[in-house]
């Protein structure tokens, strides 16, 4: 290699790694390509999540919905997720972006990295980017309650998808693949969102009835929020601090048992019976409990949790 082309990239490449996009209305700057939430282009620090994206030559702008609660949120368009590390991936990009909020009445400036007050002040940025409203402190609260929980981490992230509205749930899916339809297919009587599937479902109900009855728990909620709050109450229960561990790995048990279950209907045709999935729930709180609780504390007799603190 010549010493000029390899100056030349290696100083074209090193004063690119040194700017930074300041995000305004989002319309300047490249989604993957460019440099705005990180050191490197999402495209580099995120590759498993590029290579199914669908919106490669996409702004910023592009991949903002301005609907949905807080001012809007972030679509990434992807054709498939299927590999748990994937799934990673996507759960760290959204990490990544999830403080970010386009700010419509201004635009994007390229900013020195190292000195990002020029040409605007540092903590002006931070004050777009961290919207003191209810619905991202919300979202940092489930955030760290889900990181908590004594649960397998593909779980954890399946269930902050979920909290995030970003499961690939048939009406996510749709947003890109339209032809596909909505139905959930457990019930086949409405679009199957996140909201849906794990608390309006008809055929789910039955479900959070046998835990309702098992735990003890109000188990009815029909929105990611009203099971936000329920999940929350757990620590205002009482109860024996063991007792309360098990409580707190119910609902992410169920859930999860929902998840797998209708995966098998979709994906395999397996028939959905509502006994199965309580059996699947209580059979994760059980192996969960053992793990954090030590073996043969936490059984299950005839759909009762028994927890024996030894
Ligand atoms: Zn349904």
Redesign the pocket.
């Known amino acids: 290699m010549s010493f000029i082309s390899r100056g030349w990239f290696a100083l074209g490449e090193e004063f690119l790694s040194a700017l930074r996009w300041q995000i305004g209305k989002g319309d300047r700057v490249l989604f993957w390509a460019d440099r705005w939430c990180s050191d490197e282009p999402l495209k580099t620090a995120f590759p498993r999540v590029y290579r199914v994206a669908n919106n490669r030559d996409s702004t910023v702008q592009q991949c903002w919905s301005s609907e949905g609660a807080g001012g809007g949120n972030w679509q990434l368009h992807l054709r498939r997720i299927t590999a748990e590390a994937e799934v990673t991936e996507v759960a760290n990009l959204l990490l990544l972006i999830q403080e970010k909020v386009l700010q419509p009445e201004r635009e994007d400036v390229l900013a020195w990295a190292s000195n990002p007050d020029e040409p605007f002040k540092v903590k002006e940025c931070y004050k777009w980017w961290r919207r003191e409203s209810v619905e991202v402190t919300d979202m940092v609260d489930q955030t760290k309650w889900i990181w908590k929980r004594k649960v397998p981490l593909k779980v954890k992230i399946f269930m902050w998808l979920a909290f995030q509205d970003c499961l690939l749930t048939k009406v996510y899916r749709a947003r890109w693949r339209p032809a596909e339809g909505m139905t959930?297919?457990?019930?086949?009587?409405?679009p199957?969102s996140v909201d849906?599937?794990f608390g309006?479902?008809?055929?789910?109900a039955a479900l959070w009835g046998l835990i309702g009855a098992a735990t003890g728990i109000h188990t009815e909620f029909h929105s990611r929020d009203e099971m936000w709050q329920l999940m929350k109450s757990y620590s205002r229960l009482g109860g024996s601090r063991l007792h309360a561990r098990v409580l707190k790995t119910v609902i992410p048990a169920a859930l999860w048992a929902i998840w797998l279950a209708r995966n098998k209907r979709i994906f395999a045709g397996h028939r959905f019976y509502v006994e199965n999935i309580w059996e699947d729930t209580m059979g994760l709180v059980a192996a969960w409990g053992r793990a954090l609780a030590g073996a043969g504390d936490v059984r299950i007799v005839r759909g009762e949790i028994q927890v024996d603190p030894g």
């Open positions: 959930c297919e457990l019930c086949n009587a409405a199957e849906h599937l309006q479902c008809p055929a789910v």
